[in-house]
């Protein structure tokens, strides 16, 4: 049976219109799958956003809290170091406690080291302010604040905010 040259090119024509059609139905059913996938594990676009604007919020209280911001935009004129302390103190609660809402939505290292962010620049607060005398210029403790920062080098503000960005980006 001698099947003419244009019979052969309808079937091919043909086998490859089904390869596509078979591609493009494969690809609808992997699609399916990985969206029943996401549903399941609850990762979907609002969980996404839940999650970004949360470590978004995370990051501006860990720019806030920053021993620097703190003193910038607490003010110490005419005021004693016992008052630029609670100040500065109160500022600091108040931030994290405004965010405390967002450890459901990063992981549990994650709000360690916001905690522990807090906890340790409450310390080196209490530690300066010690060294001064109840009485004297709120100045004076701001102007050590900012020496520790600028001597030390360790401010852990730098350190959760790129832990901030490191865990952004792998949800993204």
Same mark, same amino acid.
């Given at each position: 049976m001698n099947l003419s040259e244009g019979t052969v090119q309808n079937i091919i024509f043909?086998? *490859? /219109?089904? /390869? /596509?059609?078979?591609?493009? #139905? %494969?690809?609808?059913? /992997? @699609?399916? $799958?990985?969206?029943?996938? @996401?549903?399941?594990?609850?990762?979907?676009?609002?969980?996404l956003k839940l999650r970004l604007q949360a470590y978004e919020r995370l990051t501006l209280f860990a720019e806030r809290a920053s021993l620097k911001s703190l003193v910038s935009r607490t003010s110490s004129n005419g005021i004693t170091v016992v008052d630029l302390q609670i100040a500065l103190l109160d500022t600091l609660r108040s931030e994290y406690e405004?965010?405390? =809402?967002?450890?459901?939505?990063? =992981?549990?290292? $994650? #709000? @360690?080291?916001?905690?522990? %962010?807090?906890?340790?620049?409450i310390f080196i607060i209490n530690q300066l302010a010690a060294t001064l005398p109840s009485g004297a210029n709120a100045l004076?403790? =701001?102007?050590? *604040?900012?020496?520790?920062? =600028?001597?030390?080098n360790t401010e852990l503000s730098a350190t959760v905010l790129s832990a901030l960005q490191f865990e952004a980006k792998k949800i993204m």
């Open positions: 043909g086998a *490859i /219109f089904l /390869f /596509f059609i078979s591609i493009a #139905w %494969l690809l609808a059913e /992997f @699609k399916g $799958m990985k969206d029943e996938i @996401k549903e399941r594990l609850g990762i979907n676009n609002e969980t405004y965010n405390i =809402s967002q450890q459901i939505y990063v =992981s549990a290292p $994650m #709000w @360690k080291a916001i905690g522990n %962010l807090k906890e340790q620049n004076e403790l =701001s102007k050590r *604040i900012l020496e520790y920062v =600028s001597t030390t």
